[in-house]
């Protein structure tokens, strides 16, 4: 993983540094976790480093297309390294467990907007809520 990741923060232009290969190493790793999880991941593997720190890490990786944020209604903002194929997520309602869910008709945007007021479509981001199988018992 450390060469993929140096490779693929190389091909964004991005300066290959210990704190970024630990954070991307942490979203790969546990994808759906949330800044502070995966700073607490990082913190495992290289010492000390901010929260600060890792909140920037994250969104120049999500600006660079490396990761992706989500962010479900009441939930704080979790990341993954399942980037470019807009794929959607769901959600149990009681323990907050995610997972993915491929696109709903296999090609993006995966929905058919009523009235597209003249956008041209290119993502559809949906969250599916339930209970998990854990949950319902």
Known sequence: MNEDAERLLRRQGLQVTAQRLAVLRAVSTRPHATADELADDVRASI??????????TLGTLVDRGLARRIQPAG??????????????????????????????VGEAPCLTAGDDHGFDIEEAEVIYWGYCPGCRR
Do not use: F, K, W
């Not at 939930?75 to 491929?102: F, K, Q, W």
């Open 47 to 56: 010492g000390a480093i901010s929260r600060q720190a890792v909140y920037d």
């Open 75 to 104: 939930s704080p903002a979790r990341y993954e390294d399942r980037v470019g194929d807009n794929h959607h997520h769901l959600v149990c309602r009681t323990c907050g467990v995610m997972v993915d869910i491929d696109c709903a």
